[in-house]
């Protein structure tokens, strides 16, 4: 149990264009989901945590304009990239969390993002 | 989000042999501490946790080490095998959020 789901696995798009990321869990419902950045050879960092029905929180540094969330339902997450560069090219990877507090975070498979 | 390692150092064992990756963290009210592994083109995968009121906990081949006083983790993986080479990250939470540790390649020799 515990899968979450990622859509598409990597996608290009030209510079200038918006990218829509879907981030689902399959098997049970997440109260709160959570978005990540990870560039080559780096580590994973937070951008945002979002909550079911509510607006998300962004990370400091993390412009929400750019980066939009939308958390409509309890299984379903997702992150557009809204007039995408190149240096917006990364792996992005939700997680979502089954129990309020988001302390178990199940992780999705990633998207490939590449921005010509 | 917290800024962490540019540069992933990297760990090579023989097949066979024990493997040990450390692991640094900075909040001091973190409580709940988690080892992922990641491979090539994938999410982090959940090898084992351990809460701060524990020093130690033992999974299937491999243990979790907890030294509040320094802040510091350590991963060791017994046997090491093959299909063990990936990126190891630890992961701390302060509040109700994940913050990751810089990570650790993991190369097995054969």
């Known amino acids: 149990g515990a899968v979450v789901s990622q859509h598409p696995s990597w996608v290009i798009c030209k510079s200038g264009t918006s990218v829509k990321i879907e981030c689902r869990s399959l098997?049970?419902?997440?109260?709160?989901m959570f978005w990540y950045r990870q560039f080559p050879k780096q580590s994973l960092m937070l951008m945002a945590t979002?909550?079911?029905?509510?607006?998300?929180?962004?990370e400091q540094g993390v412009e929400k304009d750019k980066f939009l969330i939308n958390h409509a339902s309890l299984t379903l997450s997702t992150l557009t990239v809204t007039s995408a560069h190149p240096e917006d090219s990364s792996f992005y990877i939700c997680s979502a969390g089954r129990l309020a507090g988001g302390t178990e975070q199940y992780f999705g498979p990633g998207t490939r993002l590449t921005v010509t | 989000g917290e800024s962490v390692g540019l540069h992933l150092p990297t760990l090579s064992v023989q097949e066979g042999d024990n493997s040990i990756i450390n692991c640094a963290y900075s909040?001091?009210?973190?409580?709940?501490f988690i080892w992922y592994k990641q491979e090539s083109g994938k999410g982090p995968q959940f090898i084992i946790d351990?809460?701060?009121?524990?020093d130690k906990r033992q999974g299937q081949r491999v243990t979790v080490l907890l030294n509040k006083t320094v802040k510091h983790l350590s991963l060791q993986i017994a046997a090491t095998q093959p299909g063990d080479s990936a990126v190891y990250f630890c992961a701390e939470t302060p509040g109700n959020k994940l913050v990751f540790g810089a990570g650790t390649i993991l190369r097995v020799k054969s």
């Open positions: 909040n001091s009210a973190s409580d709940y």
């Open positions: 351990i809460r701060s009121n524990m």
């Open positions: 979002s909550n079911e029905g509510s607006k998300a929180t962004y």
């Open positions: 098997d049970f419902q997440a109260t709160t």
